[in-house]
Structure formats: C-alpha cells, structure tokens
C-alpha cells in the first residue's frame, strides 16, 4: 500500500489558472468544456479523462497528457486501496493461472 495521499491533478489544473491569473470562464472557454466541468476538476470531484488530458497538455504545453493521466491513476489507486477489504477477494491457488501470469 502507498504510503501518501496523492493529489487529485485537478489541484495542479488550480495552480495553473491561478498562477496565469485565468478565469474559470476563460480557460473552460479556452479548453472547449463548461465551466461547470472545470469547476468539478478543480475541486476534485471529476476524474482527468483521456480525452481532457491532451486537452490540458495542448492548453498548458509543459505537462504532458501521460503525466496528466499518470496523477489521476495514482489519485484513484490510492483512494480505492483505501477503501479495499483485502478480505473480501480470496487469491487464485489453481495450476491454470499461475501458468497465465
């Protein structure tokens, strides 16, 4: 299990905008969303898709949309490992699938 709350890349999206001292209308216009989106990005309440972060890659230029990608990943295994019973699923012991792995 990681050992660090990774943060939602919709904190770095904030950043971005504050820094450049970008509205939220402005850069949802800039972006092609609505504004309503962003608002939920930025406050971590909708996951980076595939599609918005090349998006943000194109609009910010430096991050690039793996990087994007890679932040949402490490964000959504860090929440869903805290909530996961490792009881709940019992491992595979079969020949068969050990052979697949």
């Known amino acids: 299990m990681r050992m660090y709350n990774p943060p939602h890349p919709g904190l770095l999206?904030?950043?971005?905008?504050d820094g450049a001292d970008v509205s939220l209308t402005k850069a949802a216009k800039h972006l092609g969303i609505s504004r309503y989106l962003l608002l939920r990005i930025i406050k971590?309440?909708?996951?980076?898709?595939?599609e918005m972060a090349?998006?943000?890659e194109e609009?910010?230029?430096a991050t690039k949309a793996e990087t994007w990608l890679k932040m949402q990943?490490?964000?959504d295994l860090w929440q869903a490992e805290?909530?996961?019973e490792k009881s709940i699923v019992q491992p595979?012991?079969?020949a068969s699938v050990s052979a697949m792995v």
């Open 13 to 17: 999206v904030k950043e971005f905008l």
């Open 59 to 61: 609009a910010f230029g």
């Open 44 to 50: 971590c309440q909708t996951a980076i898709s595939a």
């Open 82 to 84: 805290q909530k996961h």
């Open 73 to 75: 990943l490490d964000y």
């Open 92 to 94: 595979f012991y079969h």
């Open 54 to 56: 090349l998006r943000l």
